[in-house]
């Protein structure tokens, strides 16, 4: 044989048995998650948390390194630092955490930078061993600010300028920000900003850039410091507008840039210098592109990437378009990137090209491997970077060149290939992968087992799915080997791949489209060498959610109401929630919205009312939703053009005529002047419902033809209807009749229940079909049923023309399988539903044992109970119904027993609480279980008592007899006494005073008491409440003031004596006859002494007047007496004799009976000095003269 056969014949063994293994992993053994599972298997040692590989610490905090494993046995730990041995239990300052390697060090009295290194975390067991990233540990630093000292910086308007931060380098690098003395940020825009550097970069100055306070700060994240770098002083000047003198003073002392103000100038770019510049950057990290122009007017930076676009969905700009930023780069996103700064006057392009780089990432890291004894595997360690990584394995923490030889094991590059493992040759397998930018190190142990199936799938688990959807039953297991699954059926025969059924490799079975038939039990069987396992899970295939009439399009008037519909089926074993949403939100919270079962009203419709609304019919499997418009239109609206309902559609043909199918088309009628939006198809089956028309579809109303599904055996006639914002048409003329085949059943009767209505019955019920669902003559129903979880056969009847049939002799209270199949002369419909149905309840036949009653308090007690055995139940167990009834007051001996009272505990309760019960009174208890059936005995009647309570208030307070000296204080005995009176309290105490609370204790026999020396003109308060043995009551109150109340009493007494009355008539009589007489006296003239008073002293301004021209100018008031005989204000009159009211206050109507005024004979006015006389004397003037009779009289009335 030659060399080259011999080579090619190895080459393709060696093929083989790779395709082989590939085969192999593809079914690989998953190790499970499942805790339950792994308690019993043995592990090795998995890695679940480490620190990062770069840890930068506080120094004025303990280290922490991370370092924690799982397995089986449970792993120990050790630690290398720098690539030795580091003993952890040698140092004091080292604490490792229990059942753990995490390390903890001590850094109180210890310098951080003595433990700064490279620390490696091993976590062995019997099993292999695995091992942690390289952690090099730094310590964070925030250095301070090199010293420097900051010269002014003298600058001519316009010239571009650059200020220097050059922050201290830290670890990790700070952040830098630029602010004033007032510790404020600085403004930036595209004119002035900040390079990632820290540097403030100026495009040009204006004469507003003058300050001595720019200050760069650097803060250090790690360590939350702040460091402050000089501030920077920047003079901008204007040469052409100052003199050699000022310019003079300023260059002195300061660096001077640029000899003349800068005028407007094109760009040029300050950073990057140059035309082109090279950036490296790593894959997977954020690449960040700047650029800073020098130019007047400032130039705008856009940017651009050579031969491509920038990645949509990565990139971004920054300061001001200053910055590219792309986040997770790619390779793709190397090459040449644009950067373009514009003015008016020009423009300047730098060429940034970028470099990718990558550091070793995973295409596909190495997994776990459990095998079986003399099973082959692989573990793959596939890695990209640029440049390419090295790749390098280990076993249990060791160079693998370096372990002992496996002859089992073949190293191939990036793969290790195990073949014919052996029992005992686990172990953890460690793949490194390396360039100059970084490492990747991961584990993946290989675990050899020998391990009988298990199955982790729930047992019983019930998986519900809508008919005509995916179904996956699940059927997770483990095993080693790896266990083989076969699907069965209700028990039959196994499942293949087909057309309706699918079998995945991890177990799962799928069924595409899942029918009302697939419903049932499914059991999977996993089976591997050492054994099998089998598990148990039902699929129910659950009826659609369907909204029959969906709301339509509504045009209303404002204020008017609007309604949508929304009626929907559902599967009736699954729970609907309908919610209304309005333009895709919630409905407003207004009370205008009502929602009910199946519709939406909206009250007093606005405006902001239309919208689109969408009822939503959901369950927990499915939903289905339907939407319509709202308009709203002015009550009062006349709109110029008539809008009518349009004409009905004409010319009805059937084509394309089929067994279940036909194609219907027409011809449109007149709109009038509003769009038809959709055309309704009815249909009528004068087969089984003649003259009835049913809605059959609708289309838009742009289509004149409707392809129409049909069922067999109906006598079909269509006819069609437009609809347009006004409404329906009238029905268009009926097309020629269609006539399909009969058909067995394609549906069965819905609704089927099985509900006992006696203790030995089931009624098995169901709705009827129709004449269009019975799909040909002859319908009868086939009822079957047979008590669950026994052997029984199937026991079926058929009957025709009814909706239930009743099946007698069954036991109490069962559970029965109960179906309802459709079937006619063509045939039976599809394999019905099985429903659970029982069969009727009967009453409890045991009363509870054990009834105690536990008193709480004098209101409260608890009641305990035994339950009954389940057996005696006889039906679906309820609850228990607790009676209790007062018998008797124990303090009351003439109380009647009240009424029962009833509780009702649901469920398997067996204890309760009654609240709500009179103190001291003597109480009965009966407890009976009850079903759907009713109640069941009751337990004997058992009595308990209740214990005194506090009382109630007082049934009133008051007070009676009233006087100076003494009053009583009365109260009536409390309405419940729950218990025996012991006795009273009464306090009191004036109102709004400091006195204390005097209280009087009373006996229980007494209902009053007298209260003396109490203090006259004071307000008292007073406060009562009874007496038990377990305490006082509520308290009554009620207030008196004793003087007012004494004397009020008084005087209505005086006031209402006839003597008194006689008295004061009396004294009134006399007073009117004294100012008769003197009214008399007055009349008969003659000087009065006021007369001769004013003729010896008269006013020279004061003219006599004669009798007959009606004056009086020689009468004056009184008061010119004692007022140095000066007139008073108003007292002179105008010449034609009248006198106005608004001159004076004191007018002649104040002092006269009318508003005239009335004169004697003898010409003198009489009402001018009734009055006025007085009110003189109540001003304390004296004087003889008697007063007017009139105005006496006005005044005592």
């Known amino acids: ?466 008919s005509n959807r995916q179904a996956m039953l699940d059927c997770a297991s483990f095993g080693s080997p790896i266990p083989k699954i076969t699907w069965f059926k209700d028990g039959q025969t196994a499942i293949v791949n087909g057309d309706s059924y699918i079998l995945h490799e991890n177990g799962t079975l799928q069924i595409n489209v899942a029918q009302p038939l697939n419903s049932g039990k499914y059991t999977c069987v996993a089976t591997n060498s050492l054994g099998n396992r089998e598990n148990h899970v039902y699929l129910e295939v659950k009826e659609p959610t369907r909204i029959l009439k969906q709301p339509e399009y509504k045009k209303v008037q404002r204020s008017s109401k609007a309604v949508f519909e929304c009626k929907v089926k559902h599967d009736p074993t699954l729970i609907p929630t309908m919610t209304w949403l309005k333009d895709n939100g919630e409905l407003p919270d207004d009370e205008r919205f009502v929602v009910d079962s199946d519709s939406l009203t909206i009250n007093d419709v606005t405006q902001e009312d239309e919208g689109t609304y969408t009822c939503i019919m959901n369950t927990t499997l499915d939903q289905d939703s339907a939407s319509a418009t709202l308009t709203v239109v002015e009550a009062t609206a006349a709109p110029p053009i008539i809008y009518e309902r349009p004409d009905p559609p004409r010319d009805l043909e059937l084509t394309d005529q089929k067994e279940r199918s036909v194609q219907l088309t027409w011809t449109p009628g007149d709109e009038h002047n509003s769009p038809v939006q959709s055309f309704l198809i009815q249909y009528e089956d004068s087969l089984h419902e003649q003259d009835v028309w049913n809605n059959m579809t609708e289309v838009p109303g742009t289509s004149t033809t409707a392809h129409l599904d049909l069922s067999p055996y109906v006598y079909y006639s269509f006819r069609v209807l437009a609809l347009n914002d006004v409404g329906l048409s009238e029905a268009s003329i009926p097309s020629n009749q269609y006539r399909t085949n009969p058909a067995s059943p394609d549906e069965n009767p819905s609704d089927v229940e099985g509900t006992g209505t006696e203790p030995d019955n089931m009624v098995i019920s169901w709705n009827e079909m129709t004449g269009l669902q019975s799909n040909g003559p002859g319908l009868q129903y086939k009822v079957s049923w047979r008590q669950k979880d026994t052997d029984e056969d199937w026991m079926s009847i058929i009957v025709a023309n009814v909706s239930e049939y009743v099946v007698t002799g069954t036991p109490t209270f069962v559970p029965y399988e109960v179906t309802v199949q459709a079937i006619n002369d063509y045939g039976s419909g599809p394999k019905p539903e099985v429903v659970l149905g029982y069969s009727g309840e009967d009453r409890p036949t045991m009363a509870p044992e054990s009834v105690k009653v536990l008193v709480q308090n004098s209101t409260v007690a608890e009641v305990h109970w035994e339950p009954i055995p389940p057996s005696t139940v006889k039906g679906k167990m309820l609850g228990y119904k607790v009676s209790y009834w007062k018998e008797k007051s124990l303090q009351k001996e003439d109380s009647k027993p009240e009424k029962p009272q009833e509780l009702t505990f649901s469920g398997n309760e067996t204890e309760g609480r009654l609240p709500d019960l009179q103190p001291y009174s003597q109480y009965s208890i009966n407890v009976r279980a009850f079903n759907g059936k009713g109640d069941g005995p009751p337990s004997t009647n058992q009595k308990f008592e209740t214990p005194e309570g506090v009382p109630g208030p007082p049934t009133f307070l008051r007070i009676t007899n009233p006087n100076l000296e003494s009053f009583t204080v009365e109260w009536g005995p409390p309405v419940d006494d729950n218990g025996r009176i012991t006795g009273y309290i009464l306090k009191y105490q004036p109102i709004n005073n400091t006195e204390e609370l005097k209280e009087m204790t009373l006996l229980a026999n007494e209902t009053s008491v007298i209260l003396e020396n109490l203090k006259y003109s004071t307000r008292y308060k007073f406060y009562l409440n009874a007496m038990t043995i377990k305490g006082s009551g509520p308290i009554v109150t009620t207030a008196i003031t004793i003087m007012d109340e004494a004397m009020t009493s008084r005087q209505v007494d005086i006031a209402t004596q006839g003597w008194f009355i006689g008295l004061m008539c009396a004294i009134a009589l006399l007073i009117l006859v004294l100012l008769i007489v003197c009214f008399i006296k007055r009349n008969k003239g003659g000087k009065y002494p006021v007369k001769e008073k004013e003729e010896a002293h008269q006013d020279p301004e004061i003219q006599p007047m004669k009798e007959d021209d009606g004056t009086f100018g020689e009468y004056r008031s009184l008061e010119s007496d004692t007022e140095d005989h000066k007139p008073l204000k108003g007292s002179r009159t105008p010449s034609n004799g009248t006198v106005k009211k608004d001159d004076s206050d004191d007018s002649l109507v104040d002092y006269g009976e009318g508003g005239d005024g009335q004169f004697n004979e003898d010409g003198s006015f009489i009402g001018q000095y009734s009055g006025k006389k007085e009110k003189d004397t109540a001003e304390g003037n004296e004087s003889s003269e008697a007063p007017s009779p009139v105005n006496a009289m006005n005044s005592f009335v």
């Not at 090459?335 to 990558?358: E, F, M, P, S, W």
């Not at 060149?401 to 002859?407: A, C, F, I, L």
């Open 1 to 466: 044989m030659s060399t080259m056969n011999w080579k090619r014949r190895f080459t393709l063994c060696e093929c083989a048995v790779m395709v082989l293994l590939l085969g192999h992993m593809t079914s690989a053994l998953e190790v499970p998650l499942d805790s339950k599972v792994l308690e019993g298997l043995p592990q090795p040692p998995t890695i679940t948390h480490q620190s990062p590989k770069d840890y930068i610490i506080d120094p004025r905090e303990n280290i922490v390194i991370h370092c924690e494993a799982k397995g089986n046995p449970h792993p120990s730990f050790s630690w290398t630092r720098n690539g030795t041995h580091f003993d952890v239990e040698k140092d004091h300052k080292v604490i490792t955490r229990s059942n753990s390697g995490t390390l903890v060090i001590d850094i109180s009295e210890e310098k951080a930078e003595a433990y700064e290194g490279v620390y490696q975390c091993m976590a062995r067991n019997e099993h292999g061993t695995a091992v942690s990233n390289n952690i090099v540990i730094r310590q964070s630093k925030s250095p301070l600010w090199s010293k420097e000292r900051n010269e002014p910086i003298t600058v001519q308007v316009g010239v571009s300028l650059i200020l220097h931060c050059r922050p201290p380098a830290g670890l990790p690098p700070p952040i830098i920000f630029w602010m004033d003395n007032n510790f404020q940020r600085l403004p930036q825009n595209s004119r002035v900003s900040q390079a990632l550097n820290g540097d403030l970069y100026f495009s040009n100055v204006l004469a507003e850039d003058t300050r001595n306070d720019y200050i760069c700060y650097a803060r250090f994240p790690h360590t939350q410091t702040i460091q402050q770098k000089q501030p920077i002083t920047v003079n901008v000047l204007n040469v052409d507008a100052m003199n050699e003198t000022v310019l003079a003073a300023y260059l002195n002392d300061t660096d001077f840039l640029g000899d003349r103000p800068a005028g407007e100038r094109k760009p040029s770019f300050m950073y990057p210098s140059g035309d082109s510049s090279t950036v490296s950057v790593l894959r997977g990290e954020t690449l960040e592109l700047e650029c800073f122009a020098d130019g007047l007017p400032t130039p705008e930076i856009s940017w651009t990437k050579a031969n491509g676009d920038l990645p949509n969905d990565r990139f971004s700009f920054h300061n001001f378009q200053k910055t590219l930023k792309i986040t997770e780069v790619m390779e793709a996103d190397g090459g040449d990137y644009h950067c373009l700064a514009r003015n008016r006057l020009g423009n300047a392009q730098h060429i940034i090209t970028v470099v990718v780089k990558a550091a070793p990432f995973w295409i596909s890291a190495p997994r776990n491997l459990v095998l079986a004894p003399k099973e082959m595997g692989m573990l793959i360690c596939h890695v990209g970077g640029n440049p390419k990584p090295t790749i390098t394995w280990l076993v249990n923490g060791v160079p693998i060149e370096n372990s002992h030889k496996d002859p089992s094991r073949k190293i191939e590059d990036n793969t290790i290939i195990l073949s014919d493992v052996q029992t005992g040759s686990s172990a953890v397998y460690q793949c490194n992968a390396s360039n100059e930018f970084g490492y990747l190190l991961a584990n993946a142990f290989v675990n050899v087992l020998a391990e009988p199936p298990r199955v982790l799938t729930p047992p019983n688990y019930v998986y519900q799915v809508i």
